[in-house]
């Protein structure tokens, strides 16, 4: 969802990468926090390019247009990223944004923000913020000035990058209590921790332990899931190694969260399994498979989610609902949810293709 993503080109807006993920999340109930809209990285050439009065009209339009697309999607936006500097000016970044615009452009990108999508939670995003110093301090003089003012901000993102380096700090869950206490939520955005073993669950455990501590600290997001694709794949930074093969610092994130590893609930479990069946040239058939697992299961639930243009046109055997986008099928039984253990139904739906021939994203089965 960043610049270059985007809108490469001006005013023409590419979406499809990233409704891909939205639907992809949509049909697992997850929350997407949109990263980001103003950054002065991975911009397309032509917006260094622009002066400062074309350069206001196309971050504004850009804000709005994304957002817009987005409405009701997007459970927090990082609006703004990265404008302040390291070091201990506490000074913001040179940026296109920054060397044209001046200090307001900010506070501009958030309230075109909140009229472009007034629901969706807007946060300012940064590194190296998550001690107290003269760079958190710096970010959280402009939050106190925005709340002062009304300027609508509801979060800060510390995006919490940590290795021997730049260990976890010892005031930060005090840092994340001093933004909370302004009137904001707070959020872990990026988190990554390098290292191994004991070490690093421990890091990655007080990192968690500082969260639940805070009201108002509302989300935890890793920055990656296998240290095979990590950007510091080096530093084995994530909860799974390169063969996705669980870590001690997962375990120690469950149980700081009190959770337990091993799983646990009723026992009920089944499986969906999807299957392409007829198509013609302008639609297909998909069959699901319900299956249960080594339990008798008295009720599933499955989502099945397609990617716009696509449409769902007749369904069943099962009973169908959808969410605001129309684009993300919950499907229940439709007197086909008592399963012995082991034994399968099957539900099936109609897709209009509209000149998109992808099959269907389906969610895991759930079982009681």
């Given amino acids: 969802m960043k610049w270059d993503a985007l809108e490469a080109t001006r005013n023409s807006f590419t979406y499809t990468s990233a409704d891909r993920i939205v639907s992809h999340a949509q049909s697992r109930g997850m929350k997407v926090r949109g990263h980001t809209l103003v950054w002065h990285s991975q911009l397309p050439s032509w917006v260094s390019s622009l002066g400062a009065t074309d350069l206001r009209s196309a971050m504004n339009n850009h804000i709005t247009q994304v957002m817009t697309h987005y409405k009701g999607k997007i459970h927090s936006w990082d609006v703004v990223n990265e404008a302040f500097q390291d070091g201990s000016s506490g000074a913001r970044r040179s940026s296109p944004f920054q060397d044209k615009l001046g200090n307001g452009f900010i506070e501009e990108a958030f309230r075109t923000a909140r009229a472009a999508d007034p629901n969706a939670k807007l946060c300012y995003n940064d590194y190296n913020t998550d001690g107290v ?9 402009m939050v106190k000035d925005f709340k002062a003012r009304g300027v609508p901000i509801d979060c800060v993102g510390f995006q919490s990058h940590f290795n021997s380096a730049s260990p976890v700090p010892s005031d930060y869950q005090a840092n994340l209590q001093r933004f909370a206490d302004l009137g904001v939520d707070v959020q872990i955005t990026e988190l990554d921790i390098e290292g191994s073993g004991t070490a690093q669950a421990n890091s990655y455990s007080s990192v968690v332990k500082a969260c639940l501590a ?4 509302t989300g935890i997001t890793v920055w990656g899931v296998t240290d095979k694709y990590s950007w510091r794949a080096s530093g084995t930074p994530l909860l799974f190694d390169s063969n996705y093969v669980k870590k001690p610092a ?3 994130v469950i149980t700081a969260l009190g959770g337990s590893s091993s799983g646990g609930g009723s026992g ?5 399994t999807y299957s392409k069946a007829e198509e013609w040239g302008d639609r297909f058939n998909g069959k699901v498979t319900i299956t249960a697992g080594s339990s008798a299961i008295t009720n599933w639930t499955v989502t099945v989610a397609v990617t716009s243009p696509q449409k769902i046109s007749t369904t069943w055997n099962g009973t169908p609902t959808w969410d605001s986008s129309g684009n993300v099928m919950t499907m229940k039984p439709n007197g086909n949810g008592s399963l012995a253990a082991g034994a399968s139904t099957s ?3 109609t897709v209009m293709t509209n000149g998109n021939t992808s099959a269907p994203v389906i969610g895991a089965c759930t079982a009681s």
């Avoid at 110093?133 to 003089?141: E, R």
């Avoid at 805070?214 to 600290?217: I, Y």
């Avoid at 009920?268 to 969906?272: I, L, R």
Wanted: glycine share 4%; aromatic share 16%; charged share 10%.
């Fill in 133 to 141: 110093n003269a760079k958190s301090t710096a970010v959280y003089n």
């Fill in 250 to 252: 997962y375990t120690a």
């Fill in 214 to 217: 805070v009201s108002r600290c």
């Fill in 347 to 349: 539900f099936g739906f």
């Fill in 268 to 272: 009920a479990t089944c499986t969906a």
